[in-house]
Nanobody, 124 residues
Framework: QVQLVESGGGLVQAGDSLRLSCASS????????MGWYRQAPGKEREFVARIRWSDGTTNYADSVKGRFTISRDVRKNTVYLQMNTLAPEDTAVYYC?????????????????WGQGTQVTVSS
């Protein structure tokens, strides 16, 4: 049984930075990708960033490109989301997710394991 535990959320002001962490346990990650999603009040959950565990390849939503960085520590089985220049529109619950990389595509068809979420609130 895989477990994903997020941490690092909080209340910050616009322009500040935060780093989220997601520790994974219970599964070898070499065939997986991990991602960050977020859900703001009244909105659907949206993709933020993802990283392929085997080689560290990343990609990002346009809304966070250049401000957020996803990374991983393979020894700690932990993925990070460094968020810089935060804005009020980044306010959301941030979720860590895990998905099996699909053969041929290099990315999961879907993420099927989720953490409990961590709240990020950015005041103006």
């Amino acid at each position: 049984q895989v477990q994903l535990v997020e941490s690092g959320g909080g209340l910050v002001q616009a322009g500040d930075s935060l780093r989220l962490s997601c520790a994974s346990s219970g599964r070898t990650l070499s065939s997986y990708a991990m991602g960050w999603y977020r859900q703001a009040p009244g909105k659907e959950r949206e993709f933020v960033a993802r990283i392929r565990w085997s080689d560290g390849t990343t990609n990002y939503a346009d809304s966070v490109k250049g401000r957020f960085t996803i990374s991983r520590d393979v020894r700690k089985n932990t993925v990070y989301l460094q968020m810089n220049t935060l804005a009020p529109e980044d306010t959301a619950v941030y979720y860590c997710a895990l998905g099996l990389v699909a053969y041929g595509s290099g990315w999961p068809r879907f993420f099927d394991q989720w953490g409990q979420g961590t709240q990020v609130t950015v005041s103006s």
